[in-house]
């Protein structure tokens, strides 16, 4: 069996980088580094690897060149590019040989897009460092927890939201996920964002986080993965985004509190935190590398 190289670049050290690189990578040492040899390297480190599966990071593609890309095919290896969150690079499609979506929209899309290329969905993950949080707690409690210039209408739900800025160097946030049985997930697309271009998609990390810390989620309909993963029928899907529709939700959560569509919704989020677990996770990587073996 082929070697799993993850590849990235050292210049550009980014929280996409951490939790699908380094993060990624370690979990694959882990859970199935008795069946596949793994590594991570950086630019530098990856002109030596010989007859191997590359997972190319979105830092490695960011500015990778064509000739970059074909001397590692020139070494026997298999490029297969991990653009995350961010645009494809058109112009590398000819020496990238599959593509790995961390979204079921972004597998679709590429399905359709790039019909003669293999696509492997390989699900984003909640970060390693989470614990299993919250405890029980005697009331409903929610809190947004990501970028704050992303939450849509913070200003107008302070009094029901708590607003916790995550941040890759100072990990302190993560101690904050205990006191949180909600996650409010509302993405302001007025953000600037590489992700409104056509071939970009964002993974469905913030569901998935909620799942690791047995919390309930307030998400749209149409917010990445949502209607996928937690299905139509989860009670706390937003059919759109509008601060009276918010609202009502925020209210309804608060209401429903323990009750028969707050322990649905739990299970729900069991089902989520299955297919982002690291047990599944692997196994999906260790079908890709096996497709070129």
């Known amino acids: 069996m ?15 980088l951490f939790m699908r690189g380094y993060q990624l990578s370690e979990m694959a040492r882990r859970h199935i580094g008795g069946q596949v040899e793994i590594a991570y390297v950086d630019e530098t480190g990856a002109a030596t690897v010989r007859d191997s599966v590359i997972y190319a990071t979105r830092s ?3 500015d990778a060149t064509i000739e970059e890309l074909q001397s590692l095919r020139d070494a026997g290896n298999v490029i297969c590019a991990d653009y995350l969150d961010h645009p494809i690079r058109q112009h590398l499609n000819v020496v990238i040989d ?19 290329k293999a696509v492997h969905y390989i699900p984003h993950h909640a970060d390693r460092d989470i614990g299993n949080a919250p405890a029980s707690l005697p009331e409903c409690r929610i809190a947004y927890f990501g970028e704050l210039e992303n939450a849509l209408h913070r200003e107008l739900l302070v009094k029901d939201v708590v607003f916790v800025r995550t941040r890759l160097v100072d990990r302190s946030w993560l101690a904050d996920l205990q006191f949180y049985n909600v996650h409010y997930s509302v993405r302001d697309w007025r953000y600037p964002s590489p992700v409104r271009e056509a071939s970009a998609f964002k993974p469905f990390t913030k569901g998935f986080t909620a799942a690791a810390c047995n919390a309930n989620i307030i998400v749209p309909a149409d917010e990445s993965d949502a209607s996928y993963i937690l299905g139509l ?31 649905r919704g739990l299970d729900i989020m069991a089902e989520a935190r299955h297919v982002s677990s690291p047990e599944f996770i692997t196994s999906k990587l260790l079908e890709m590398v096996n497709a070129y073996a």
């Open 2 to 16: 082929r070697p799993l190289v993850w590849v990235y670049r050292s210049t550009l050290q980014k929280s996409g």
């Open 60 to 62: 490695f593609l960011a």
């Open 98 to 116: 599959a593509y790995i979506a961390s979204s079921i929209n972004q597998a679709q899309w590429y399905k359709t897009q790039l019909p003669h």
């Open 233 to 263: 029928d989860y009670p706390y899907l937003l059919p759109d985004t509008s601060i009276e529709t918010v609202r009502r939700m925020i209210d309804y959560v608060k209401e429903s509190f323990g009750g028969p569509d707050w322990r």
